[in-house]
């Protein structure tokens, strides 16, 4: 072995490397940015938005409000008037959790009979559900379990075993089917991952082959030319969730609640976004390797960031806008809302919005960026 030969050639490939600084940037901040991303994910079920119709409003039913609190696993952030309004907010993805308790919660307890509480629990995500479930009941028997001490103590005479019974219903997912909440986050990923790569695939691999200069000679313009390779791409998604969905629905049983009309119009939106970043991927690199990266860079964080499989709430604020800034965060509960809960536009506008944002943005973007890489 001559290994002024080889020393030749391993100083020729690192000059290559530190010349190829976006490849090195990638190399080096992807697995830093793994790391960060996979350190604060978590699988644990904490601060569950949730909504309280207290019809009580007794030092009694506040008592129960603070033991559901003091678990960390609950935030009472909406207190409503009317169970009408607990079901909107769960309806809109605005709350997970209802906690509906009697107008005659106190005076049952203080005469020693049971009072029965209702606990609403959002099953479409049935990590969140299972632990809920479970809790509910939990705290229902310890917060029992005191008063009877208490009673006892008082007057020497055993109230029920069970004075506060706390009845937990699971909406939309009864049986707590994980295939509910999997299959229609797995299509949204599926339609992230064809949009963005093959947007990126059509546009750099015929700069690398040569054949988009020969288009620029032509008359057709740069919005033609970019309108002309992203409508069958389009067309390509439509087709992949038209397939993904029957699967879903003949194979694993899952049923479609919602409206399928709906749910076409907004992936709409969606593959314009995720159309959007694969172009302006394609006009940052200047190879196929070197789109590919960064196109990794962008789907880890938006999968992982959006509540597909880890729940957001449990993440902390910073990477929550983080994921925000994906539309993959809004579409995962767009479809989840239409295929699970049957829900309609009324409530699903909060996330439509930010998506048809990130959407105009993106797409916006790409299209003056390569309108000047092609003139």
């Given at each position: 072995m001559n290994f002024g030969r080889l020393w030749a050639v391993i100083r020729k490939e690192v000059l290559h490397l530190l010349r190829d600084r976006r490849t090195l940037g990638t190399i080096i901040t992807l697995p830093i940015m793994q790391l960060?991303?996979?350190?604060?994910?978590?699988?644990?079920?904490?601060?569950?938005?949730?909504?309280?119709?207290?019809?009580?409003k007794t030092p009694e039913s506040r008592a129960l409000l603070t033991a559901f609190t003091n678990t960390t696993y609950l935030d009472m952030k909406y207190f409503e008037n009317s169970f009408d309004a607990v079901q909107r907010r769960i309806d809109g993805g605005d709350?997970?959790?209802?906690?509906?308790?009697p107008p005659d919660y106190a005076t049952k307890l203080r005469s020693g009979r049971t009072?029965?509480?209702?606990?609403?629990?959002?099953?479409?995500?049935p990590t969140s559900a299972n632990v809920v479930l479970g809790l509910a009941s939990g705290v229902g028997q310890a917060l029992s379990t005191q008063l009877v001490v208490q009673r006892a103590g008082r007057m020497g005479v055993p109230p029920p075993p069970q004075l506060i019974d706390v009845r937990a219903r699971a909406w939309y997912n009864p049986t707590l089917s994980n295939v509910y909440f999997i299959v229609p986050g797995v299509i949204a990923v599926v339609l992230v991952f064809i949009t963005t790569i093959q947007a990126v695939t059509v546009i750099v691999r015929e700069r690398e082959r040569g054949t988009i200069e020969q288009l620029?000679?032509?008359?057709?313009?740069?919005?033609?030319?970019?309108?002309?390779?992203?409508?069958?791409?389009?067309?390509?998604?439509?087709?992949?969730?038209?397939?993904?969905?029957?699967?879903?629905?003949?194979?694993?049983?899952?049923?479609?609640?919602g409206s399928l009309l709906l749910l076409y119009a907004l992936c709409l939106?969606?593959?314009?976004?995720t159309l959007g970043i694969g172009v302006l991927i394609s006009t940052v690199s200047k190879t196929?390797?070197?789109a590919v990266q960064v196109a990794q860079m962008l789907l880890l964080p938006s999968i992982l960031l959006s509540g597909f499989i880890f729940p957001r709430e449990s993440l902390p604020y910073w990477l929550q806008l983080i994921g925000g800034l994906f539309p993959l965060t809004y579409f995962v509960v767009v479809i989840r809302g239409i295929l699970i809960k049957g829900v309609g536009i009324e409530f699903l506008w909060k996330q439509i919005l930010p998506l048809l944002a990130l959407g105009l943005l993106f797409f916006g973007v790409a299209i003056s960026r390569f309108q000047k890489r092609v003139d």
């Open positions: 960060f991303l996979y350190g604060y994910l978590t699988n644990d079920v904490t601060h569950i938005p949730t909504a309280i119709f207290d019809q009580s709350a997970k959790i209802g906690v509906l308790i009072a029965q509480v209702g606990v609403i629990v959002d099953a479409s995500e620029v000679v032509t008359p057709i313009t740069g919005l033609e030319l970019l309108l002309g390779k992203i409508i069958p791409l389009i067309g390509l998604g439509y087709l992949e969730i038209t397939v993904t969905l029957l699967v879903a629905s003949f194979w694993f049983g899952m049923p479609i609640k939106v969606f593959f314009f976004s196929y390797q070197q």
